[in-house]
């Protein structure tokens, strides 16, 4: 199934910085959707589609900040670009110790911009990425038996063969049959890779 083309959310009050900034995008090749305000962005939006938000930091109703926290709780957090017309210090730290890619102040350049945007498309698409992963791992782990899985733990934890035969009280080759047939149920075929999915899934 081919991927979806990321949209780019903006969010704000002023019709000409939506016209403007959509405009700016559309010529950059990318997909861009407008909302007035927060609830009519949370209306319409579908966190499955990849991509990140442009939000004013002042809206009226629920803020810029309200639309990060309700972000931040999906299943993949969608990255959020602020913007300000008048960018105080301190809703600026505020704003990247929740996470924030960048903190722009009105009128905005359009380079910055477009390469605030494209940081934000490539954090969205690695955390997706790492979701997608950890999901198939939640999907492989039960079809592991017992003793796969105890030796799958021992193997995440660098004991060598040897050693995890002599933990188990089995032989060592039969530890290596159990390895084996354990990295083919998870898809892996290092050990660092073993490592790298299964620390993820417990992060």
Request: hydrophobic share 45%; net charge positive.
């Amino acid at each position: 199934m081919a991927s979806l083309q990321p949209l780019i959310h903006l969010i704000d009050d002023d019709a000409t910085v939506l016209r403007a900034l959509g405009r700016l995008l559309a010529s950059a090749g990318d997909r861009v959707e407008a909302h007035s305000s927060a609830e009519a962005f949370l209306q319409r939006h579908d966190p499955k589609i990849p991509g990140c938000a442009i939000v004013d930091l002042g809206l009226p109703g629920m803020d810029g900040f309200g639309i990060q926290d309700t972000l931040a709780a999906g299943i993949v957090a969608r990255p959020v670009i602020f913007l300000t017309g008048a960018g105080d210090i301190p809703s600026s730290v505020k704003a990247m110790k929740a996470g924030a890619i960048d903190f722009l102040t009105k009128p905005v350049d359009a380079a910055e911009v477009l390469a605030t945007v494209d940081r934000a498309l490539r954090r969205d698409a690695a955390a997706r990425e790492e979701h997608t992963q950890r999901e198939a791992v939640l999907h492989r782990l039960p079809s592991l038996t017992p003793r796969e899985r105890e030796v799958l733990e021992q193997v995440v934890s660098g004991r060598l063969n040897k050693q995890i035969a002599g933990d188990l009280g089995t032989a060592e080759k039969t530890v290596k049959v159990h390895r084996g047939r354990m990295m083919k149920k998870m898809a892996v075929r290092t050990v660092a890779d073993l490592i790298r999915i299964v620390t993820q899934h417990r992060t």
